[in-house]
C-alpha cells in the first residue's frame, strides 16, 4: 500500500477470501466493491461479490476480462463470438461476431476496441465492424494477459517471456519492454492515473511495475499458485490478487483464494 508520491512500498495483507472451488478469472473494481468472475464446469462465468463471495450474476461464455473502469465484462462463447456485458446485468450483452478463434482477449472501457493474444501476437480490432486494425509480433512464446490504460490509448501485454510490454493501440508500435519479472505473467492491471501496473506471475508472487519505463517497484509473494488476477482500488492505495488451480496448473497448486493488499 501506500501513495503514488510514496518513495517506500511495502505490500501486506488486509483481508483474504475463500471462495467455492472454482477457478477465479478476473477481478475488478465496480463502484464501491471488488467483483470477481470464475469459471464453472459448463460454458459460464459466475459474477461474485468479493467480499461476500456470494454470486449474483450468471453469463454465459468463458474467459472473462473485464474493461478497466469495471462496468463491462467480456466473455469469449463456444462459438467463437465474443459477448460484452453490463457488470450490474442490468440490460442485455452486445454480442461482437466475426472475430477470429482465440481463447484471449480485452476490451476497451468504451467497448470500441478489442485486443486478441495467440502465440507471441498481439492484434487490434474495431469491435463494431470486427475490421483488423493491425497485428503485433513481440514475442517468442505464448501471450496470456493483456489490459488497456485508463485512456485506451495503451495497452500492457505479458506472457511465457516473463516481461511486461506496453504498445500504442493506434499503432501496434512497442513503447516499452519491461525488466524480466520472476514468471510468466498471467494477469495485469493499470492504476487509475496510469502510472503502474500490477503484474501476477506464474510463482505466486505480484510485482509492481513502472508504467513510464517497465522497471519493478516491488515485488512479494502473494499465493501458493498462479496469480490469476489483479486489480487496484480506485484510489491505487491497494491491489486485489486471486489464485487458483487452471487445467494447465501442476496438481499442488492451492485451492482459489482472494487477498487484498
Request: hydrophobic share 40%; aromatic share 6%; with cysteine.
Amino acid at each position: 500500500d501506500g501513495s503514488p508520491a510514496a518513495t517506500a512500498w511495502r505490500a501486506r495483507a488486509v483481508a483474504t477470501t475463500s471462495v467455492p472451488a472454482r477457478m477465479i478469472q478476473a477481478l475488478s473494481r465496480h463502484e464501491d466493491r471488488i467483483v470477481m468472475a470464475m469459471r464453472t464446469a459448463m460454458d459460464q462465468t459466475v459474477l461474485c461479490d468479493a467480499g461476500s463471495s456470494q454470486p449474483y450474476a450468471t453469463l454465459v461464455g468463458h474467459g472473462p476480462v473485464f474493461t478497466f473502469d469495471g462496468k463491462n465484462v467480456m466473455t469469449i462463447c463456444d462459438d467463437h463470438t465474443l459477448k460484452v456485458w453490463d457488470t450490474n446485468v442490468s440490460s442485455a450483452p452486445w454480442l461482437i461476431e466475426g472475430l477470429p478463434e482465440s481463447g484471449r482477449g480485452v476490451v476497451s472501457s468504451d467497448a470500441q476496441r478489442i485486443i486478441t493474444l495467440g502465440w507471441g501476437s498481439v492484434s487490434m480490432f474495431e469491435s463494431e465492424t470486427g475490421l483488423q486494425r493491425w497485428t503485433a509480433i513481440i514475442s517468442r512464446g505464448f501471450l496470456r494477459a493483456a489490459a488497456f490504460s485508463p485512456d485506451s490509448q495503451l495497452a500492457v501485454v505479458g506472457g511465457r517471456d516473463a516481461h511486461v510490454v506496453i504498445l500504442d493501440v493506434n499503432t501496434g508500435r512497442v513503447l516499452v519492454t519491461g525488466t524480466a519479472l520472476s514468471g510468466e505473467v498471467r494477469s495485469l492491471a493499470w492504476s487509475s492515473d496510469g502510472q503502474r501496473i500490477a503484474v501476477g506471475t506464474v510463482d505466486g508472487k505480484a510485482h509492481l511495475v513502472h508504467a513510464a519505463d517497465g522497471n519493478t517497484i516491488l515485488s512479494w509473494t502473494a499465493h501458493q499458485g498462479p496469480v490469476r488476477c489483479v486489480a487496484f482500488s480506485a484510489d491505487g492505495s491497494m491491489i486485489a490478487t486471486a489464485s487458483g488451480k487452471g487445467p494447465e496448473d501442476p496438481p499442488e497448486t492451492v485451492n482459489p483464494d482472494c487477498v487484498i493488499r
